[in-house]
């Protein structure tokens, strides 16, 4: 998994997906999250070897767990405090860190425009993508969505309060829990994620179906153990021009 992914998704070639892992570039550790006590001398040489793959150095965002989207194409916004960035500028690679949360990648079908979500449970209660699509829905463009390696429902287990919850955000939720044990129940985040976006009209949603718990010898997992360590998600619309590396 040391190479970019590339989803089977009706979009442009142009349009690239690099998702990073434990062992990402032959490193042990490659954690790129500063978080806690992370040690901050080996993110740093991390984050420096993500420009052996990617053309140009990413843009980071302080993820808040909330709804705010930065759009790269408005100039006139400077805050990095987000869990969601815009872009149409080529070679401009966006960022999402998660280890359990949702990276959704959206990509306009012709290539032109590219988005990326950090989603958990928060983002999906807050429902961040129908925060982002008021931006995007400006462009005209259809868009198509991936969704990046996650928790599975198999893993992701919460009480009767959160379940009760979305329900009354919407009734529809429902069919999105199923018992568990001890009180317990299992949550779909991946299902309301895809409900939400196919209500701001992206009909054709393909996902990794890869569980990050699941595999958690690959990728970074939260629910294993608290894990402040992150992997990557990054995107970027490919200069034809320039070429590949």
């Known amino acids: 998994m040391n190479s970019i992914i590339k989803p089977k ?27 806690n006590k992370n040690k901050f001398n080996t993110v740093v040489q991390n984050r420096n070897k993500l420009l052996k793959v990617l053309p140009s150095n990413p843009i980071f965002i302080k993820q808040a767990h909330g709804i705010k989207i930065i759009n790269k194409i408005d100039k006139n916004q400077i805050s990095y405090v987000a869990d969601g960035i815009i872009s149409k500028k080529r070679n401009e690679v966006l960022a999402i860190l998660t280890a359990d949360c949702m990276p959704i990648v959206i990509s306009s079908t012709c290539g032109k425009l590219i988005c990326i ?30 969704i990046g390696p996650c928790i599975s429902s198999k893993f992701y287990l919460v009480d009767l309060n959160i379940k009760k919850l979305f329900e009354i955000i919407n009734p529809e939720y429902e069919q999105f829990f199923s018992k568990s044990s001890n009180n317990l129940f299992s949550m779909d985040l991946i299902g309301i994620a895809s409900s939400q976006l196919r209500k701001c009209n992206v009909n054709k949603i393909y996902l990794s179906n890869v569980c990050t718990f699941k595999n958690r010898d690959i990728f970074y997992s939260y629910r294993d153990s608290y894990d402040q360590r992150r992997f990557g998600t990054f995107v970027w619309i490919e200069d034809k021009k320039k070429g590949d590396k």
């Open 117 to 146: 979500l950090h989603v958990g449970r928060k983002g999906a209660e807050y429902n961040i993508i129908k925060n982002a699509f008021k931006i995007l829905s400006k462009y005209n463009y259809e868009f198509v969505a991936w």
């Open 9 to 35: 998704w009706c979009v442009p070639d142009s349009v690239k997906v690099l998702v990073t892992t434990r062992k990402f570039l032959s490193t042990q550790d490659f954690n790129i999250s500063y978080a």
